[in-house]
C-alpha cells in the first residue's frame, strides 16, 4: 500500500470517526436537553402547587376574618375576585390526570366559600367558614406525587449526562486509538523510508557508488525513490569513472607536454648560450677592426638572442610549477630596497616611454621569503607597467599587511588599462588579449601566470583591477614566512637584463598585454 493511499485512508477513517462524534454527541445532547426540561417543567408544578397552597390558606383566613367583622361591599368585591383567581389557578392545575382529586376538593370547597361570602355580603353569616382540610390534603398528595416525578427526572438528567459523559469519552479514546494508530502507522514508513535513503545518501557521500537500494516488490513512493535512487547511483558511479579516467588522461598529457616542454627548452637553451657566447666574441673582434657599422646588428643579435633565452626561462619555469618540482630557496628581503634597485634597472624603459616612477613605502623592514621569486615578480609587473603607459606616472605602494604579518605591494600604472573580460583571463597560461597584440609584442604568454604561481607558491596571491583607458593596479601579497636555512641567493642580473632587452626590444604600445 503507498503512503498516498495510507494517508487518503487516515483521513477517511478521521472524517467517518468526526461524523459518528458529531451523530452520538448530538443525540446526548438531545436526551440531556429533554430530562432537563423534565425537570425544569416539574419544579415549575411543584412552585405552582405550593403557591396555591399558600393562597388557600390565605384565602381562608381573609374570609373568616369577613365574617366576624362588617365587612364594605368593596372589600366583599376584592374577596370574590380572589376566589374567582384562586378559582382560575385550580382549574388550570387540575386539567392534569395527577390533579383531578385535588380539582374536586377544590371547586367543592371554593363553592361553599362562594356561599359563605354572598352570606357575610346579605347579613347572614350563621354559617362558619369551611376548613380547607380535605382540600389541602389532596393538594398534599399530589405535591407528593409531583416530588416523586421530579425526583426521577432528576436521576434521568443525571443518567443522561452520565451517558453523554460516557459518549464522549468513548469518541475521545477511539478517536485517540484511531489517531494513534494512524500516526504511529505512517511514522514507522515514514521514519523506515527516509532511514533507507539517509544511509543510502551517506554511502554515496562517502565515494561508496557502488551501493544499492533493495527495490523489493514494493509499489509504495519509497520503492520507486529507491529505483531512482539506484539509478541515478549507476550514472553517478559511469560518470566518477569517466571523470577519473579523463583525469588520469589529462594528468598523463600534462605530464608528457610537461617532460616535452623541459627537454625543448634545454634543447633550445644549449644553441642559445652558444649564440650568446659568438655573439660576444664576434663583438670583441668587431670591436677590435674598427667596425663601428656592424655594432647595430650585434645588438639586435644579442638581443634576439636574450629574449629567446629569457622565454625558454619561463618554460621550464612554468613546467617545473606545473610538475610540483619548483624550489623555494628562502631567505631574508627588503622590500624598500629591492623596488629601488629594480627602478634603476628600469629607468632607460621609463625614460624611454617618458614615464615617471613614484614610490611610496608606508612600511620599512625585512621578511622571510624568496627573494628571488619576489624580484621575478616585481619586475615582470614593472616592465608591464613601462611597456604600456606613455608618459604617464607608475606607482609602487610598500604597506603591511592588516594582520602584521607580511607586506603588500601594489603595482600602479595610468596606461591603456584592460577591458573586464581580458582582467578576468590576465593570469591564464598562453593567453594573449588579441592575435594583434601577439604579432606586436610576442611573448609566451607565461609572464603573469608564472607571477602569480610563484606568489601563491609562497603563500600570498596576485590579483588586478584594471579600467580600459584609465590604467591598471597589480597588488602583490606577501606573508613573512619563517626561515627555513636557505640562504638568499645572488640576484640574477642576466634574468634582468633579458627582461630589459625584450622590453626596449618592443614598440610604443597601443594595446595592453593581458598575461
Known sequence: MTVRRKLIASVAALLLLSGASTVLSSRARERTRLALAAVQAGQARLERLLSIEREVQLRWRELSVLREVSASPAQIEVMRARLVALEGQVREAGESPAGRPFGREATALLSAWHGTLAGVQAGDAREGVAPPTAMLDALLAWRKA?????????RRFGAAL??????????????????SCIVITLSVTLAAGFRRLDTASRHVAAGDYAFRLPVGHGRDEFARAAATFNDMAVALERAIAETHEARRRAEEASAIKSTFLTSLAHDLKTPLTAILG???????DVQQAGLATSMADLVHLRRGA?????????LLDYARLEAGRMPVALGALEPAALVDELADTLRPLLEQQGNTLVVTARWQGTLTTDPA??????????????????RGTIGVEIDG??????????VTDTGIGMSQQAAATVFAPYVQASSDILQRYGGSGLGLAISRQFAQLLGGDLTVTSDEGVGTTFVLTLPDLERAGAADPASNDFEEAVALFAALDQTPPQTRLSA
Open 146 to 154: 409531583e416530588r416523586r416525578a421530579a425526583d426521577e427526572d432528576a
Open 278 to 284: 659568438y655573439a660576444d666574441m664576434i663583438e670583441s
Open 401 to 410: 599587511r592588516t594582520d602584521g604579518g607580511g607586506v603588500v605591494l601594489a
Open 373 to 390: 621569486k619576489v624580484r621575478h615578480i616585481l619586475l615582470n609587473l614593472l616592465g608591464n607597467a613601462c611597456k604600456f603607459t606613455t
Open 162 to 179: 452520565d451517558a453523554a459523559d460516557a459518549t464522549t469519552m468513548a469518541l475521545l479514546g477511539c478517536g485517540l486509538v484511531v489517531g
Open 306 to 314: 636574450r629574449v629567446l633565452l629569457g622565454m625558454v626561462g619561463e
